[in-house]
């Protein structure tokens, strides 16, 4: 019996964060401004469907910027710092880390924080599939990963970056496959966004967009 299931999600800096992202919200002299109000309401909307989701026991973000930290803060969720930029699986390794030290037996998994159409069934969905296994859930494309779940009780061991889907099926993760279109659509480019807004988009994220 696992003492549940801890997700993290790893967010670069605003400044560095979603740069393929740029001007979407706004492209006159408020751009970067908006641009940071977009990523934050793109992760809260993430994270905020994510702890609605039966089978989830707590999410925590890893971050080292301090206007994210206050922002989820100020809505109860944990945020543990990582190193500035020291990248995605080091910021996943040093969540895994702290989480596993906690409780042993819980079970660690990373979910990337660019969901903002996320349903919190589809991700309740997704983890029933994988059982006890280790598992991924490839992003809409196929290339990539948006959800990471280690054994019970076992490192994470994650390989996210270009190609992850292929490193985290040859790490001997199950593949999840399943019809949870909002789980799998990450926003990285405009094109993704209008996906996103055809699943429907959480409310921080929708206000950024109107
Ligand atoms: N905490 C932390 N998160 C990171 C780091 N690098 C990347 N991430 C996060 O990991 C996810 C995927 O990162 P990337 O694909 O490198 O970058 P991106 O923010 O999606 O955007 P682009 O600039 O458009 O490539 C995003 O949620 C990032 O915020 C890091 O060094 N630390
Ligand atoms: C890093 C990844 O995501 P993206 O670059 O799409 O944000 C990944 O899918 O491993």
Do not use: Y
Request: proline residues 6%; aromatic residues 2%; hydrophobic residues 45%.
């Amino acid at each position: 019996m696992t003492a549940g299931l801890f997700l993290i999600v790893p967010i670069k800096p605003l400044h560095l964060a979603k740069s393929r992202l740029l001007g979407a919200a706004d492209r006159g002299a408020r751009q970067l401004a908006a641009h940071a109000d977009l990523v934050t309401a793109v992760a809260l909307d993430t994270v905020t469907a994510a702890r609605q989701a039966p089978g989830v026991a707590g999410v925590v973000v890893v971050t080292s910027d301090p206007t994210l930290t206050e922002a989820f803060a100020a809505e109860g969720i944990e945020v543990l710092v990582d190193t500035p930029a020291a990248g995605l699986n080091a910021a996943l390794r040093h969540g895994d880390a702290q989480l596993r030290q906690r409780t042993a037996t819980s079970r660690v998994g990373a979910l990337q924080a660019d969901l903002p159409a996320l349903r919190p069934a589809d991700l309740a969905s997704a983890i029933s599939a994988a059982g006890d296994d280790r598992a991924f859930c490839p992003d809409r494309q196929g290339t990539g990963t948006t959800l990471l779940l280690a054994v019970p009780g076992q490192p994470l061991a994650p390989c996210f970056g270009p190609g992850s889907a292929d490193a985290h099926a040859g790490s001997g993760a199950k593949t999840l496959v399943g019809g949870w279109d909002s789980l799998r659509c990450d926003v990285d480019t405009e094109a993704d966004l209008a996906v996103a807004v055809t699943l429907g988009l959480g409310p921080n994220t929708a206000r950024r967009i109107a």
